[in-house]
């Protein structure tokens, strides 16, 4: 045991090293944390992820409305009312406070150590937890969720993606993904944007399982791709890729099996973490382990909400 306790002194110096003296940690640990997460989330690794110095920040949008280009005329000014007009708007990343925490053992408290790997196995051990339950909370958050369960209390902290997007939706009245639900989000989607080269669908493994069935049953160049992939397909040139933590599970007709699918250039998605992350540690002799606990803030928005077209009541079954 004295051999432990000299090991588990060790890493409380070195993980002291990495902090302020409030137990803030450094930059370079915070950008790690942010970065692992980044890399090994499939949605947070199309997005713009941002690190914000403060806990909220505003974004500018701006566009025109009205015709911008007209004949070249000599002594001719436009009239106002023919004048292209600016329409400036903001939209504000305003992070909420999560924790996560990472339990070692004693043996690979050591085994780190020895390695001198401490500091590093820490930062991806804790953004490894965090990661699953940070990307299910940025599609899947919803604020009007009760707090019956620990799922919907960490859930109802922010709305995600999902909930936010309620400027174009498309209800697919239980259809599997198929291309008829493809081309009505396209139709659905303002023709400003649908000309952007980044869109793509997204949606639930089981329902891009669908789509690539569908796509194999054809009698086409296309269908005979489809057979025995796995891959990622498109429609149209528009890619249809699947998010691992889409829900499966929504309510259509009373019955659940069901999930969304979004149309978005994923840019258009802005995660913002607050740089002000505190690291704390805790020992559990009895039980062996060796706790370390981070507490970070997080939001995500749309930049441009407008620009995304919803699917719902899709089968996902």
């Known amino acids: 045991m004295s051999g432990n306790v000299s090991f588990i002194r060790k890493a409380e110096g070195q993980l002291a090293d990495i902090v302020d003296g409030g137990g803030a940690m450094l930059r370079e640990q915070v950008e790690q944390f942010v970065e692992i997460q980044t890399v090994k989330s499939k949605l947070m690794g199309m997005a713009d992820v941002q690190l914000m110095e403060a806990q909220e920040i ?17 002594n001719t000014e436009l009239p106002d009312d023919e004048r292209a007009v600016a329409e400036f708007d903001k939209t504000v990343l305003s992070t909420k406070p999560f924790k996560a925490e990472a339990v070692m053992s004693f043996r690979q408290v050591r085994n780190a150590i020895n390695r001198a790997r401490f500091i590093p196995t820490v930062i991806s051990l804790l953004s490894k ?27 109802r902290k922010l709305d995600g993606v999902l909930k936010q997007a309620v400027s174009h939706v498309y209800d697919a009245r239980g259809q599997t993904l198929n291309v008829n639900v493809l081309d009505a989000m396209a139709k659905v989607m303002p023709t400003e944007f649908y000309e952007d080269d980044n869109l793509v669908y997204m949606s639930s493994k089981n329902a891009c399982i669908d789509w690539r069935r569908s796509q194999a049953g054809r009698q086409t160049v296309l269908g005979d791709k489809q057979q025995g992939t796995r891959t990622n397909s498109d429609h149209h040139g528009t890619p249809v890729i699947s998010i691992p933590l889409f829900p499966e599970n929504l309510v259509y007709n009373g019955k659940s099996g069901y999930t969304d699918v ?39 928005i749309w930049r441009h909400e407008p620009a995304v077209v919803k699917a719902i009541n899709v089968s996902a079954k």
């Not at 965090?130 to 859930?155: C, F, K, N």
């Not at 978005?264 to 704390?280: A, K, L």
């Open 58 to 74: 505003e974004v500018d949008k701006m566009g025109f409305t009205g015709q911008v280009v007209h004949p070249a005329e000599e």
């Open 262 to 300: 979004l149309l978005c250039d994923p840019n258009n998605i802005m995660i913002g973490f607050q740089t002000d992350m505190e690291v704390y540690q805790e020992v559990h002799a009895r039980a062996g382990q060796y706790i370390v606990v981070i507490y970070f803030d997080f939001d995500v």
């Open 129 to 155: 937890s965090a990661r699953r339950d940070v990307e299910t909370i940025l599609i899947r958050g919803d604020r009007s969720l009760d707090r019956s369960t620990a799922r919907t209390r960490v859930l």
